[in-house]
Structure formats: C-alpha cells, structure tokens
C-alpha cells in the first residue's frame, strides 16, 4: 500500500515537497508520475533501492530531487522552482522491476495521488 501527501497550492518559483509511505511488501523501485487534466500519465523520478539510483524527467532534472529510507519505507520528492507547468496529481507508484523505470507499465502498485497546483 502506498500514500502519497504534501500536495498544495504555491506559487511559481515556490517549493513543496511529497512523501510517499509504503507498506507491506518491499519492493525494487518507488517511482513518481504525474497527471494533468487532459493529459497522460507522465514519468517524473523513480529511486531503486538497490544503488541508491535515481533519475529523472528533463522537465524536472535539476529542480526536484527524489530521496527515501528503504528502512523506513518512506520516498519524498523535493520539487524546487517549481512551474505552472508542474500543475498535476502526483502519484507514487512501486515497482518490482530494476530496468525500464520511466514506464508506467513497469510499476504493480499505486498509491491514490496528491494535487500540486502552481499558480503564475
């Protein structure tokens, strides 16, 4: 199971950051997509324990930074200078897989999503 929260309204340039709980079975990789009205689902940052390897969206390279504790099964991604065009729900998903991280089709478990609204 998985909980996504942090979500809010900020405005441009502003900063939020997004946690994401896991329980239950320990999984490979936490990732974060999001969604805008009207849009597809997009890949934004996953973490694979194993490595401690990340990596992200070029829209968001630079500006937001996924970290966690596989201990404490918790993901939090830092979204800095953040855009209108970061406007979406943000979900936390988990995957079993190490590889072809940036596909939604790659990950079994999703949490509920949180709103993120960047105001101009």
């Known amino acids: 199971q998985l909980q996504a929260s942090g979500g809010g309204l900020v405005q441009a340039g502003g900063s939020l950051r997004l946690s994401c709980a896991a329980s239950?079975?320990?999984?490979?990789?936490i990732g974060w997509f999001r969604q805008a009205p009207g849009k597809q689902r997009e890949f934004v940052a996953f973490?694979?324990?194993?490595?401690?390897?990340?990596d992200y969206s070029d829209s968001v390279k630079g500006r937001f930074t996924i970290s966690g504790d596989n201990a404490k099964s918790t993901v939090y991604l830092q979204m800095n200078s953040l855009r209108p065009e970061d406007t979406a729900v943000y979900y936390c998903?988990?995957?079993?897989?190490?590889?072809?991280?940036?596909?939604?089709?790659?990950?079994?478990?999703w949490g509920q999503g949180t709103q993120v609204t960047v105001s101009s």
């Open positions: 998903a988990a995957s079993p897989r190490e590889f072809g991280l940036t596909s939604a089709t790659s990950y079994a478990y």
């Open positions: 239950g079975r320990s999984l490979n990789t």
């Open positions: 973490i694979r324990w194993r490595g401690y390897i990340t």
